[in-house]
């Protein structure tokens, strides 16, 4: 008996992603050099009711001021910066249901569309074109 792998597919992106990966995935997209989540007023409100904290509080414990923008903050670990909600333990995000839409879009960011090579050494997930054949495709958005 064989299994049907489900690929997640997005319109000129030359690759495809299995979201069952995140399960043997040590949180590559988590984690890793320094770098930024983008997050939206709104998406502050969200996160902070998830935890049922007030959004000031969230964001003094939480957000970096970047510019005129905001970011989640990352915790060091003495190997890497996994965002601030990145559980090491369960090796997921303790926010999963109210991630922001940038957590919630990866792999499939305008700055990928194109690449194969570099993002399938980040995610065990990334599929290249030639392995979508035969397998059940779903749009992502």
């Not at 910066?81 to 997921?92: K, Q, V």
């Not at 995000?93 to 990866?106: F, G, L, W």
């Not at 074109?129 to 958005?141: I, L, P, V, W």
Request: net charge positive; proline share 4%.
């Amino acid at each position: 008996m064989s299994s049907t792998l489900t690929l997640l597919h997005k319109a000129g992106f030359r690759f495809a992603f299995d979201p069952d990966s995140c399960k043997e995935c040590p949180g590559n997209c988590c984690r890793g050099v320094s770098g930024y989540v983008w997050v939206t007023d709104t998406e502050i409100r969200n996160l902070a009711n998830f935890l049922k904290m007030n959004t000031i509080d969230f964001r003094q414990r939480y957000v970096r001021k970047i510019d005129n923008r905001y970011s989640l903050k990352e915790s060091w670990t003495g190997t890497d910066y996994p965002c601030i909600f990145f559980d090491a333990e369960a090796r997921g995000c303790s926010v999963y249901q109210a991630r922001p839409k940038q957590c919630r879009t990866y792999p499939f960011w305008e700055e990928n569309r194109g690449l194969t090579g570099d993002l399938t050494h980040d995610c065990p997930g990334i599929r290249n074109s030639s392995d979508f054949s035969g397998d059940k495709a779903q749009h992502h958005r």
